[in-house]
């Protein structure tokens, strides 16, 4: 397997059907760098488990926690690896000095982009996240979906937001929640975007904001990469 620091992710890859997602509280940026550093050190055993396709970390840009997502090829090659092989997923991180979090799985649901992207395409530099509290599966397909509707309804279709790359919109496999993991070339223009079009369309909603944001106390969270990993292809 190889370790690329500073790769962006395929968050859309047609060859994953689940995420495994977890935030971190590491209280300040020495503790966070730290604690990301091992973690990604973690990632390095010879022993692959089945069906994962790729294992990220982010660091949000407040130093106060780290977000971890991992890609699988099934629900089934996740269950089996958090059976059998938990640890690389989840290292002992009150050892690495950061609180653990409550990890979950999720489906990619929806994927938007601007009609029109940059070209030349620039380099995601942002991933705000954020997480929202749902009652089923439903539900949460509904919500996304009225929340696009929405959108396209007072900022139009085209989504032509300066520094938008796209937005991924997940669904939990227990239908508890909605995972929001989207792309913007800078922080100041994710920031921008937030304030200006997300607060006022979940307000209409009557949602004031998420439950919980997976890398920051607010959607305003913007974690930056710190490492990946993804299997070594080998030929047959």
Known sequence: MSVSVGVR????????????????????????????????????????PAGLQ????????????????SQWASAAALDEALRREESIL???????????GQPAAYELYRVVRPL????????????????????????????????LGSEEETEGEERAYPGALAAHFHVASDGTGVFL??????EPE????????????LEHMGQGGPERAPVTASTRGC????????PEMRPA
């Not at 992710?9 to 209280?27: H, K, M, N, Q, S």
Request: net charge negative; with cysteine; hydrophobic share 40%.
């Open 90 to 100: 989840r290292p002992d991180w009150e050892a690495l000095g950061v609180r653990p």
């Open 223 to 230: 974690p930056r990469r710190s490492g990946a990993e993804e």
């Open 54 to 69: 790729s294992l990220n970390c982010f660091i949000s840009t407040d130093g106060n926690s780290l977000l971890t997502y």
């Open 9 to 48: 992710p395929v968050i859309d890859r047609t060859d994953v059907r689940t995420a495994f997602v977890e935030e971190v509280i590491a209280g300040d940026a020495p503790r966070q760098r730290a604690a990301a550093a091992a973690l990604v050190s973690h990632w390095r055993p010879d022993r692959w």
């Open 181 to 186: 993991l989207s792309e913007w070339a800078s």
């Open 190 to 201: 994710a920031a921008a975007h937030i304030t200006e079009v997300i607060e006022p369309l």
């Open 116 to 147: 029109k992207l940059p070209d030349p395409m620039p380099v995601t530099g942002c991933y705000p996240a954020a997480v929202f509290a749902m009652n089923g599966h439903e539900a949460a397909r509904e919500w996304i979906d009225g929340l």
